[in-house]
């Protein structure tokens, strides 16, 4: 069983900053997967940045070059880091953690609601 509890959404200015960050509590933390999805009002939830246990990462094309996805293992944390943002980005960011062995595992964090506004 794993538990993740997203921070770091709140109230950004067009083209400022936020770091979101995932803490996980559990076991096999680094055998999992992260992403980070979000899901706009009306929309969708949608894949914004993915992470595997071995550390590559894949983004979606609308946040490729101002998103950037990492771990730490020994933190047990995944954070997502966000620039020049816009107001498409705003949000409720969700952490997700993924492993398949013998079975899928899945989790989700409660969320993290980021507004991107002038």
């Known amino acids: 069983q794993v538990q993740l509890v997203e921070s770091g ?5 067009p083209g400022g900053s936020l770091r979101l960050s995932c803490a996980a509590s559990g076991s096999a933390f680094s055998l999992y997967h992260m992403g980070w999805y979000r899901q706009a009002p009306g929309k969708q939830r949608e894949l914004v940045a993915h992470i595997t246990s071995g550390g590559s990462t894949n983004y979606a094309d609308s946040v490729e070059g101002r998103f950037t996805i990492s771990r730490d293992n020994a933190k047990q944390t995944v954070y997502l880091e966000m620039n020049s943002l816009k107001y498409d980005d705003t949000a409720v960011y969700y952490c997700n953690a993924e492993m398949t062995i013998f079975r899928k595992y899945d989790y989700w964090g409660q969320g993290t609601q980021v507004t991107v506004s002038s």
């Open 9 to 13: 959404g709140g109230l950004v200015q």
